[in-house]
């Protein structure tokens, strides 16, 4: 008696909370309707995908398209004279603190970079 009472009481309690929250029978077959119409026909929509398959802009699979690489941006040693100058202006971020520079102190955080690969070129 005792197991059967420890058993069918939850049991029911969970059944009717399940009840409770239940909104109505998931069917999946609502009908959504839109207001929206095209500006675009079906033809001119195909036309533009095809145009764009054809410039590689859709990626078919797992295969992504590669990007051009870029160019050499920056030396190692105008990015090591930024780092300084930054570290002496207090700028690096410490913990959650995000310290953001005034336009004249990236001005010479950059100028730094500029003397620097001066230095290196001469």
């Known amino acids: 008696m005792k197991l059967s009472t420890r058993i ?9 909370a399940g009840a409770s929250f239940a ?3 998931l069917e999946g077959n609502e009908v959504f309707s839109s207001s929206t119409q095209s500006t675009l026909s079906r033809a001119e929509v195909r036309d533009q995908a095809v145009a764009a398959r054809a410039d590689g802009l859709i ?11 870029q160019g050499i941006g920056k030396s190692r040693a105008q990015v090591r004279a930024e ?3 930054a570290r002496r202006m207090g700028l690096l971020a ?3 603190i995000q310290p953001v520079a005034t336009p004249a102190q ?5 100028l ?11």
């Not at 990626?59 to 690489?69: D, F, L, N, T």
């Not at 990236?106 to 950059?110: C, G, H, K, L, P």
């Not at 730094?112 to 001469?122: D, E, F, I, M, P």
């Open 83 to 85: 780092l300084a100058a």
């Open 106 to 110: 990236s001005e010479q955080i950059r």
């Open 59 to 69: 990626a078919s699979g797992e295969i992504q398209p590669v990007q051009a690489e």
């Open 23 to 25: 909104e109505g029978p």
């Open 8 to 16: 069918l009481v939850p049991l029911a309690f969970t059944l009717a």
């Open 112 to 122: 730094a970079g500029v003397r620097a690969t001066q230095v290196v070129q001469k």
């Open 94 to 96: 410490v913990g959650e």
